[in-house]
């Protein structure tokens, strides 16, 4: 089991203080470069030229994010001072394996909402329809994974050993699939305010209830229910008050048999896939981590992946806004693409500035270990923000166009690049391989979609030279 890399203080202040100027003087050019007079039409949001929302929902979107990073923050910042830091790391494994059982189950029905649901006859029951197939397929999918456990994740073996968190388990499974699909609902309708609801709900009940718990019960267990019954609580409410506010006369009920039509159901699948290929990594990688380096350094890697992974959605908070109004309106595609790599750029640039500088501050509250384990590793993934926002705009825009065979390929070398890469540099670095190979994979993946974006048809040559541009 590799080591903890504990990296020489002098020698890691030299390679700080030369990152950071270097960065500080790559993020004043790019802002020159963006904001320079000759590109005054894009200082303008598409939404004073067309009328759209894009970045009013934008904004709304990157405050629901906002909030719930810092939740999350609160959540785990409690479970590492309170909890037992091995205790800590089987429980972010634990809802690590459910977030990923709630992603795979999804099969692409969010993108369907977002595609159909505006212009949907009986919105209503297509919703219903959706998230009845959701929770019957993270209900299997959680069986699933639970009978192969010693297989994939003997790390987790524990779970197994209760009947009462094999219940948990389940039941955080199916909530959190169902969560995530009453995103997209209101991404569909472009009314992301009542996401932002949800979340607020989330967060202030899995702040109280762990601190409750944790209190009662310094152990996963604790940490585990917490979590499902705040999840679970809001997605009740979500359904009950928020949903009926964008769709009118609406009430949750099963609708069986579930059918979709054909057009909808290859619509699903070929986002279903290329939805899993490129996000399979954000849920893989704790677990990865756990079972490689144990659970100590597991808990280490999980709080600088959840904090890196909360960054970089703040960052693309442009995308689900781009897809919404790209499929609105597919001719202003292009335009809006321009409009949201730049946005998402500055973002992603002025969030790794700033965590060049804060990240120990940030760190330190989960405790000085964290800050000595963690603070390379985190810095590394936080620069990997600017190619990967870049990169999701992309695959929004293959979506917005139907660009299927193009969309899965691009995912899937990205999962592939981006799981070995990582994979190798953990074995020789330990936690710090983490950051150095996820941000080697990012740059080779914007590189590469950087020529295929140069090569698209509708593009003008000032909108190909953004994404080349950030590639140099």
């Known amino acids: 089991m590799p080591n903890v890399t504990v990296v020489d203080k002098p020698a890691e202040g030299s390679v700080i203080l030369a990152c950071r100027a270097r960065f500080a003087a790559w993020y004043g050019a790019l802002i020159h470069h963006m904001l320079d007079p000759g590109m005054a039409a894009l200082a303008t949001p598409p939404r004073n030229r067309s009328g759209n929302k894009?970045?009013?929902?934008?904004?709304?979107?990157?405050?629901?994010?906002?909030?719930?990073?810092?939740?999350?923050?609160?959540?785990?910042?409690?479970?590492?001072?309170?909890?037992?830091?091995?205790?800590?790391?089987?429980?972010?494994g634990i809802l690590a394996s459910a977030a990923l059982v709630a992603r795979l189950s999804q099969l692409g029905f969010g993108q369907v909402l977002v595609r159909y649901a505006p212009g949907a006859s009986d919105s209503s029951r297509l919703l219903n329809l959706?998230?009845?197939?959701?929770?019957?397929?993270?209900?299997?999918?959680?069986?699933?994974?639970?009978?192969?456990?010693?297989?994939?994740?003997?790390?987790?073996?524990?779970?197994?050993?209760?009947?009462?968190?094999?219940?948990?388990?389940?039941?955080?499974?199916?909530?959190?699939?169902?969560?995530?699909?009453?995103?997209?609902?209101?991404?569909?309708?472009?009314?992301?305010?009542?996401?932002?609801?949800?979340?607020?709900?989330?967060?202030?009940?899995?702040?109280?209830?762990?601190?409750?718990?944790?209190?009662?019960?310094?152990?996963?267990?604790?940490?585990?229910?917490?979590?499902?019954?705040?999840?679970?609580?809001?997605?009740?409410?979500?359904?009950?008050?928020f949903v009926p506010k964008v769709s009118r006369n609406y009430r949750f009920r099963f609708v069986l048999p579930v059918r979709l039509h054909i057009s909808e159901t290859a619509y699903a699948l070929s986002n279903y896939v290329s939805d899993i290929l490129r996000t399979l990594p954000h849920n893989l990688l704790p677990l990865l981590m756990i079972n490689v380096l144990g659970t100590t350094v597991g808990a280490y890697g999980f709080i600088v992946w959840s904090i890196a992974l909360g960054l970089d959605g703040l960052a693309n908070s442009v995308a689900p806004s781009f897809f919404a109004e790209g499929a609105n309106n597919p001719a202003m595609a292009?335009?809006?693409?321009?409009?949201?790599?730049r946005f998402s750029v500055l973002m992603g640039g002025g969030i790794t500035f700033v965590m060049l500088a804060g990240a120990p501050i940030l760190l330190y509250f989960y405790g000085p270990a964290y800050v000595q384990n963690g603070y390379l590793?985190?810095?590394?993934?936080?620069?990997?923000?600017?190619?990967?926002?870049?990169?999701?705009?992309?695959?929004?825009?293959?979506?917005i166009r139907d660009r299927v065979a193009e969309?899965?390929?691009?995912?899937?070398?990205?999962?592939?690049?981006?799981?070995?890469?990582?994979?190798?540099?953990?074995?020789?670095?330990?936690?710090?391989?983490?950051?150095?190979?996820?941000?080697?994979?990012?740059?080779?993946?914007?590189?590469?979609?950087?020529?295929?974006?140069?090569?698209?048809?509708?593009?003008?040559?000032?909108?190909?030279?953004?994404?080349?541009?950030?590639?140099s």
């Open 130 to 241: 959706l998230l009845t197939a959701t929770a019957g397929i993270a209900a299997l999918l959680a069986g699933v994974f639970l009978m192969g456990l010693e297989l994939w994740s003997p790390a987790l073996r524990p779970v197994c050993e209760s009947p009462v968190m094999i219940g948990i388990f389940l039941v955080t499974a199916v909530s959190l699939s169902l969560s995530n699909l009453l995103v997209w609902q209101f991404v569909a309708h472009r009314m992301p305010i009542y996401s932002l609801a949800k979340n607020v709900v989330q967060i202030l009940l899995s702040v109280a209830l762990v601190l409750v718990l944790v209190l009662a019960a310094p152990d996963s267990r604790s940490l585990v229910f917490a979590s499902m019954l705040s999840i679970l609580i809001s997605v009740i409410v979500t359904v009950r008050v």
């Open 377 to 399: 590793p985190l810095v590394l993934l936080t620069v990997s923000i600017v190619p990967s926002v870049i990169v999701a705009v992309y695959v929004s825009l293959l979506r």
């Open 334 to 341: 292009p335009t809006y693409a321009k409009a949201a790599v």
């Open 407 to 471: 969309l899965v390929l691009v995912t899937a070398f990205d999962l592939v690049l981006a799981m070995a890469i990582t994979y190798v540099a953990m074995l020789w670095l330990g936690l710090l391989g983490v950051g150095v190979g996820w941000l080697s994979s990012r740059l080779v993946v914007l590189a590469v979609v950087g020529m295929l974006w140069r090569r698209q048809p509708s593009l003008t040559p000032s909108q190909s030279d953004v994404v080349s541009g950030a590639v």
């Open 54 to 92: 894009l970045f009013t929902n934008t904004y709304v979107i990157m405050a629901m994010r906002l909030l719930g990073m810092f939740g999350g923050f609160v959540f785990w910042a409690v479970a590492a001072r309170l909890v037992n830091v091995d205790q800590v790391g089987l429980a972010s």
